[in-house]
């Protein structure tokens, strides 16, 4: 089922969105997750993106991920390869399109990534450390990127991993790659998904191996007539329901909410039950790229108490971050 499927189902329950409630906000300084790399000036999910996100500042880097036909994880949002790559010009398609699972790792390979939106090919004054800096990376390229992140840029730089699909074997792909690369606990790691059922049973897999990992669960800031606030969630064939903060925290450390659903903003009362949960609060996606505008966004959310933002433009995100902390 599509993510706008689910909030217009949601719609429909009754539930409406309210504003108030009380005071109080997760005390750790808000985070700056590059979203999809620094892709509101690069190619999004690209060695050469998360670099430059990196020098700018970004906490986290956010690869979203998707299986190979030979079961690689690839950085790659789309379950297609037509709107971020050259495939259409190198490869005939297969099975009536260019499902990145139709494609071997050696033949993904052979593709560039292209800018979307506002990116480009360059960014001023940037030279990317990567050999092929717009190829599409493994997942073990990513990490490998983020653990020179020392080296690099002076200091250890987090990785934000999703799973696109809900798969039993991308789960496994996904912690194997982590554990192989010494994440633990207390790494700088979280794993997010828009499936409760990928996270539950991530976070039983991780328990079984004595090694849970931070998990966030990607929904909707849905505020009930009751008063209370709940995760509106979905996954593809499943109907959409709505997840007590209580049942998330069972298995997650917070909720990613979107700061685009009209129908559900995220208000401080929304923020403040969530953190009575023990819940973190980050918001996606952080997208306006003028400047001022961007300030006066990023300080709105703050002001709410947002724990973590996901941005395409992680020099504003982080200058604003800067400026809210300093003057707190
Ligand atoms: O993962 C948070 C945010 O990135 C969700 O949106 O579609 O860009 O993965 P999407
Ligand atoms: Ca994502």
């Known amino acids: ?23 109080g906000r ?36 956010e690869p979203d991920l998707q299986l190979t036909r030979d079961g690689v994880l690839v950085a790659m949002h789309d379950e297609t390869l037509g709107r971020t790559t050259d495939a259409a010009t190198l490869f005939a398609p297969r099975n009536g399109g260019y499902k990145v699972a139709d494609f071997t790792l050696a033949e993904i390979k052979t593709l560039t990534v292209k800018p979307t939106g506002t990116g480009k090919t360059s960014y001023p004054g ?25 080296s690099l840029v002076g200091r250890e730089v987090g990785i934000y991993p999703e799973a696109k699909q809900a798969d039993p074997a991308m789960e496994d792909a996904i912690l194997k790659a982590l554990a192989q690369s010494g994440y633990g606990a207390h790494s700088k790691v ?26 966030f669960l990607l929904g909707a800031a849905v505020m009930g007539a009751d008063g209370v606030a709940r995760l509106g969630i979905g996954t593809r064939g499943a109907e959409p329901r709505l997840l007590t903060f209580q049942d998330v925290a069972s298995f997650a450390q917070g909720v990613g909410v979107s700061i685009q659903y009209r129908a559900y903003p995220v208000t401080k009362a929304y923020i403040d039950q969530a953190h009575a949960a023990g819940l973190k609060v980050h ?9 001022d505008a961007a300030a006066a966004q990023y300080r709105r959310y703050l002001d709410l108490g947002m724990d973590g933002m996901f941005s395409n433009y992680a020099d504003l995100a982080v200058k604003a971050r800067d400026q809210y902390v300093r003057g707190r």
């Not at 089922?1 to 005071?23: D, E, W």
């Not at 940037?126 to 020392?150: C, G, H, K, M, Y």
């Not at 918001?283 to 400047?291: D, L, M, N, V, Y």
């Open 1 to 23: 089922m599509k993510r706008r499927a689910i909030f217009t189902l949601l719609a429909a329950t009754g539930l409406s969105a309210c504003v108030g409630g009380g005071r």
């Open 26 to 61: 997760g005390d750790a300084r808000p985070i700056v997750i590059a979203h999809r790399g620094a892709s509101g000036y690069l190619p999004e999910h690209t060695l050469g993106g998360y670099e430059l996100a990196m020098r700018m500042g970004a906490d986290y880097i």
């Open 126 to 150: 940037f030279t990317p450390s990567a050999a092929n800096p717009w190829s599409i990376p493994t997942f073990d390229e990513v990490i490998r990127l983020v653990q020179s992140s020392p």
């Open 190 to 215: 979280f794993i997010q998904s828009f499936s409760d059922e990928t996270l539950r049973s991530m976070h039983a897999k991780e328990q079984a191996r004595g090694k849970p990992l931070p998990h």
């Open 283 to 291: 918001g996606w996606t952080f997208a306006q790229a003028e400047a």
